[in-house]
């Protein structure tokens, strides 16, 4: 009997239809969808982390990151990209605000919130874009940049700590070749993640128009505003990673 009852369940369980372990398709595939992209991230940093380990010398985030916009020359390093990183993560709280209110059925909450993790989102990008910017037109630093050997080094010291031993010993190859590699990963990394940024935003916007125009309230539930909430926090997730790994080791 009590074999009869488990295969019942078992079969239950494995069944399909449209809410199996109850978690709706969607949802589903939306952890199937940010696993996946984890696996992409997770070889981008380990990429950068090997290049890293196996360089003899490798540029210093604090002499790098350490500027701010309206603070002409000022040494400030790594403030603004905690700012940045402040931006994301307190977005992040909005929308777990906003799904919070779409559990309760608060339109307007839902629509408040997702407004205010707009704001967040495009206030990330527009400091990245800053950041691009700087490290592009003021240090000559760009993805592509620095292969010839021979670049004066005046054009690529500020970026070292010219007081450490490994600075000293390196040679003019050796630093080129670690300043390109450090601008190619490091546009091409938080580019894919400002991707990810970007296209979360286009979602929020969509997803907030059909808020406001009542589409989720008529369905009875706010499950979409989950599915990209999901997505929203795994993207903040990445940025700690990305973070971690560029400005702070």
Known sequence: MANASATTVETKAWGGGRSPFNVSYGKMMMWFFLLSDAFTFGAFLISYGTKRFFSAVWPDPNHVFHAFPFMGHANLPLVFVSLMTFILIASSVTMVLAVHAGHYGDKQGVIKWMLWTIVGGIAFLSCQAWEWTHLGHLTGGLWGTFTDPDTPRSMYEGFFNTNA?????????????????????????????????????????????????????????????????????????????????????
């Open 165 to 249: 031993a490994e600075y000293a010993a390196a040679t003019p190859e050796q630093l080129t070749e670690a300043t390109h590699s450090f601008f190619n990963f490091f546009f091409t990394i938080t580019g894919f993640h400002g991707f990810h940024v970007a296209s979360g935003v286009a979602f929020l916007t969509v997803i907030l128009i059909n808020t406001v125009n009542g589409t989720y309230h008529n369905r009875g539930h706010y499950e979409m505003i989950e599915k990209v909430g999901l997505y929203w926090h795994f993207v903040d997730l990445v940025w700690v990673f990305v973070f971690t790994c560029f400005y702070l080791l």
